[in-house]
Structure formats: structure tokens, C-alpha cells
Nanobody, 117 residues
């Protein structure tokens, strides 16, 4: 059973930083493309950043230059480093894993990020 467990959310002031982590268990991490999505109240879930199993990253325009996605295959973990946070970054952030062979997707439970003074 594949499970994704996120950590690292919280309350931060505008301009601050947070790092989210997501650990995958129950399968071989290197066979998954990973991503971070977010959903703000009243809005649809959107892709924030993704990283292929080969380490190629892509970002939403709204976070380019501020957020960095990375992965550590030895630790079965994907990270999202968020710098220069803005109030509009406030949302529940979800980790997503997609099997590169199966296409199956898995989601974490979500972690709240609140940017406010």
C-alpha cells in the first residue's frame, strides 16, 4: 500500500520561508514522478511544482524563482522549499506521486500553509 506523508506546514510571515517534506512508503520511490499541489479556499487544486523520476523539475508561473522542488531517492522523500512567501500562497499543500510504469496516482493528506502577518 503506497502512502504519502507530508510535513512542514505552518504559519509564516510574508517574505518568510518554509520547507515541506513528503515521504513515500510502500513502493520504490525512484519509480514515481512527484509533485506538489495546493488548494486555497474556494479555488481548484492547482499544480505548484513537479519533478520527474530523473529529477527534471517544472513550476507554476506564480512560484517560479521562489519555490524549489527536489527529491532524495535514498530517503524516499520529495521536498518543496518555499521562499519569499506571499499571502496568496496560503493554501493546503498536497503531495502527489504518479507511478511512471502504472500511471497510478497517490495523494498525501495535505498540510496547511498560512502566510500572514
Amino acid at each position: 500500500q503506497v502512502q504519502l506523508v507530508e510535513s512542514g506546514g505552518g504559519l509564516v510571515q510574508p517574505g518568510g520561508s518554509l520547507r515541506l517534506s513528503c515521504a513515500l512508503s510502500g513502493s520504490l520511490f525512484s519509480r514515481y514522478a512527484m509533485g506538489w499541489y495546493r488548494q486555497a479556499p474556494g479555488k481548484q487544486r492547482e499544480l505548484v511544482a513537479g519533478i520527474t523520476n530523473a529529477g527534471i523539475a517544472n513550476y507554476a508561473d506564480s512560484v517560479k524563482g521562489r519555490f524549489t522542488i527536489s527529491r532524495d531517492n535514498a530517503k524516499n522523500t520529495v521536498y518543496l522549499q518555499m521562499n519569499s512567501l506571499k499571502p496568496e500562497d496560503t493554501a493546503v499543500y498536497y503531495c502527489n506521486g504518479r507511478g511512471i510504469l502504472t500511471g497510478r496516482e497517490y495523494w498525501g493528506q495535505g498540510t496547511q500553509v498560512t502566510v500572514s502577518s
